[in-house]
């Protein structure tokens, strides 16, 4: 069955710090998502993305975000300088339309931030 | 943001009998709905869903009722097995244009042998 693959599963890092956070969709799927799950709180969406641009994103998405599909399989996100706040597993999702569709989600990269 | 809510942090069960979560949503617009469930270090991973023009959905041995009037949806499982031990979590479709899902906190099902 198609997956949803991340890397990396952890990523530890020092606040300030950037990071990139890679994603492998499935690969007829034209919509990817991030989403992100503080310990102990909700899954939240981050952003969605089609066609090579945001479609949406959240007011968590702020300018020390930024998404890119660079080559036509994977998909990124970068935090330019994290904070302490954004220690939280991160979702990639991708889905083939986006509407009443299913969301195939990755298995996540956990990021800690110290 | 409280627009869907799982109101049971967790849930346990016998092997065998019947499993009952619940999901209410505030929003009267949200017309599609999504059940996902989750193991430890895995991502969500889809389950079952249902548009509004349906009241319930079936598969298998999990079926989703939508209560349009109430604002609400439950996950039937019958009959539970322990290997349906997980956080379960309800979505809503925001946004058809662009997929956005918003989730419910989640409760944990415990199926016990």
């Known amino acids: 069955e198609p997956e949803v693959t991340q890397t990396p599963s952890h990523q530890v890092t020092q606040m300030g710090q950037e990071v990139i956070l890679r994603c492998v969709p499935i690969?007829?799927?034209?919509?990817f998502y991030w989403y992100r799950q503080i310990l102990g709180q909700k899954v939240e969406f981050l952003v969605s993305?089609?066609?090579?641009?945001?479609?949406?994103k959240s007011e968590i998405f702020d300018d020390q975000f930024s998404v890119e599909r660079p080559d036509g399989s994977n998909f990124t996100l970068k935090i330019r300088s994290t904070k302490l706040e954004d220690s939280a597993m991160y979702f990639c999702?991708?889905?083939?339309?986006?509407?009443?569709?299913?969301?195939?989600f990755g298995a996540g990269s956990r990021l800690t931030v110290l | 943001d409280q627009q869907v809510k799982q109101n049971s942090p967790s849930l346990s069960v016998q092997e065998g009998r019947i499993s009952i979560l619940n999901c209410d949503y505030t929003?009267?617009?949200?017309?599609?709905f999504l059940w996902y469930k989750k193991y430890p270090a895995e991502g969500p991973t889809f389950l079952i869903s249902?548009?509004?023009?349906?009241d319930k959905n079936e598969d298998g041995r999990f079926t989703v009722f939508l209560n349009k009037s109430a604002k609400h949806l439950s996950l039937h499982i019958v009959p539970s097995q322990p290997g349906d031990s997980a956080v379960y979590f309800c979505?809503?479709?925001?946004?058809?244009?662009?997929?956005?899902?918003?989730f419910g906190q989640g409760t944990t099902l415990q199926v016990k042998p």
């Open positions: 690969s007829n799927h034209l919509y």
């Open positions: 979505a809503a479709l925001v946004s058809s244009n662009t997929g956005k899902l918003i």
């Open positions: 993305f089609y066609n090579n641009e945001i479609s949406e």
């Open positions: 999702a991708s889905s083939e339309y986006s509407g009443a569709n299913v969301l195939t």
């Open positions: 249902i548009s509004s023009i349906k």
């Open positions: 929003n009267s617009m949200f017309d599609y």
